[in-house]
């Protein structure tokens, strides 16, 4: 490559990287996922409109393992352990027994329906059964759901692309040979491995950083996301699972006491931010457009047997023991979100060269579009109809500032909701623990810095400032206060979450 060439690939570069951003700000505005937007972004620039050639499934298939690495660490370092500590028992339940029943249902419903072979139909199965990491942490986190709801599918995203990844190597052999044991073995060596992997690397890196001073404050953000990538790769290497021990290595990290928490918080966003554009891109281009309609009725047929069936049908297996009320069932039912992870999936039956795979990876591309159309949508009004959203909810706040970083503080708002016991109370008469304090408050629009004495209403949105050790306590005498009043505690009330 000549430098001209060079400066071409770099224009160009730059310039698909700030369309994807503005296609970002654009998706947001009308509530659509964005991943939507960079798969159309690369159509555009395939070779059926603007004539970019690419249909390299291997090439399409290493870059996108290495973007899904790249997200699965950014996921690992932005989860609380505190949120999914107690979860990880339903959450491993839904990324394997889960995804079995899945691919069962799926398949089952391709070969009657459809009238696919048995190999293309479990492949199917298997591709579609995996929720997508990077849907999940980009829908999810933007609703105030209850931790236990969003902290579970995030947690089941982590785990469930290993299983997955398992189950479409194994179904793209040919002749197709099922060795029940083999594989069942196999899926507990990757899982395991990976597991340990991880949880070393995490701690390796947990108990080592803190006693190395580094020369520039930067570097410690690229060492701890350089961890994760050394955590999945090492389990590459020893045939386990690189996804699992990739998540788990961060969460260890992220959960550790750290230094630079909040760069290092920022920086992997930045970084899964540009894996997921890079990505989706790329698979938008892989695709050919002309060909997709012809695929269109028996995506929308597999879609709805995932959807309506499969889906429903795996969460309520996995969690029967774990006394989960049937709306969060239903919300998880239906967020099971779909995105880059499938379609990267159907790319390894065309490496491997199954007989069909062509068209399982074009099916696969409509069904992820036109149902993360409709889902991702449609969850916000579907957690007010099934009444998950908190009647005092806080939402976390991102701030890059090194003074709240280095006393492990925490930025919450909340609304005071109508009807709510808030309403009239003074701010002294809610009573936060120390250090807990309300910084700010906005009514209709208007901001200014409250009195010990100034009265809420409803509709007012608090800044809350707190520290980790104290965000719970604070949490709770909200809840507290906005269900019973100033006298809550005489009640009985402890702001128990709902």
């Known amino acids: 490559m000549s430098l001209q060439q060079l400066y071409v690939t770099l224009l160009a570069g730059g310039s698909v990287l700030l369309a994807s951003i503005v296609a970002t700000r654009v998706a947001h505005r009308m509530g659509l996922p964005s991943l939507l937007l960079f798969l159309a972004l690369g159509v555009l620039l395939g070779e059926d409109l603007i004539g970019i050639e690419f249909d390299d499934a291997q090439l399409a298939q290493n870059l996108g393992t290495a973007a899904l690495a790249i997200i699965l660490v950014e996921g690992g370092l932005t989860t609380r352990w505190s949120d999914v500590r107690r979860l990880l028992a339903p959450a491993g339940l839904l990324a394997t027994v889960g995804v079995g029943v899945s691919v069962v249902v799926t398949a089952t419903g391709a070969h009657l329906l459809l009238g696919m072979n048995w190999q293309l139909a479990l492949l199917l199965g298997a591709i579609v059964s995996s929720t997508d990491a990077a849907a999940v942490f980009s829908v999810l986190r933007v609703l105030p759901l209850p931790r236990r709801i969003a902290g579970l599918l995030e ?8 299983p997955t990844v398992i189950l479409v190597l194994l179904f793209s052999t040919t002749p197709l040979h099922l060795d029940p044991v083999s594989a069942g073995a196999n899926l507990l060596y990757q899982l395991g491995a990976g597991a340990a992997i991880g949880l070393v690397v995490g701690w390796l890196g947990a108990t080592s950083l803190p006693r190395v001073a580094l020369p520039a404050s930067g570097l410690y953000p690229l060492a701890i996301f350089g961890l994760g990538l050394v955590a999945f790769a090492a389990a590459g290497v020893a045939q386990a699972s690189g996804f699992v021990a990739a998540y788990l290595a961060s969460v260890v990290l992220a959960n550790s006491g750290l230094p630079r928490r909040a760069a290092t918080r920022s920086f992997a966003e930045g970084l899964g931010w540009l894996a997921q554009i890079g990505l989706f891109v790329l698979l938008g281009l892989l695709v050919t457009p002309s060909q997709l309609h012809h695929e269109a009725l028996p995506a929308l047929v597999v879609g709805l047997v995932l959807l309506l069936a499969a889906r429903p049908l795996s969460v309520i297996v996995s969690v029967a023991g774990f006394r989960i009320p049937w709306r969060e069932q239903a919300f998880m039912s239906w967020a099971g979100l779909r995105g880059a992870v499938p379609i990267v999936l159907a ?15 074009d099916i696969v591309f409509v069904l992820v579009v036109v149902f993360t159309l409709v889902q991702g949508p449609s969850l916000r009004p579907l957690t007010r109809w099934l009444g998950l959203i908190p009647r ?15 006393l492990g503080a925490e930025l919450l708002t909340m609304t005071v909701p109508t009807g709510s016991a808030l309403h009239g109370l003074s701010i002294r008469e809610l009573r936060l623990s120390d250090p807990s304090v309300i910084t700010l408050v906005v009514r209709e629009g208007h901001a200014f810095v409250p009195e010990a004495d100034t009265g809420l209403r409803a509709g007012d949105e608090m800044l809350i400032v707190t520290t980790q050790a104290q965000r719970e306590a604070a949490e709770r005498r909200l809840r507290a206060v906005s269900r019973r009043g100033g006298l809550a505690h005489w009640f009985g009330e402890r702001g128990d979450p709902d």
Not at 347 to 361: A, K
Request: aromatic share 6%; proline share 8%; glycine share 8%.
């Open 347 to 361: 790319t390894f039956p065309v490496v491997q060269g199954v007989p069909g795979s062509d068209r399982v990876l």
């Open 392 to 406: 005092e909810a806080t939402r976390e706040i991102q701030v890059e500032a090194a003074p709240l970083d280095v």
């Open 155 to 162: 947690a089941e995203s982590g785990f469930n692309d290993a």
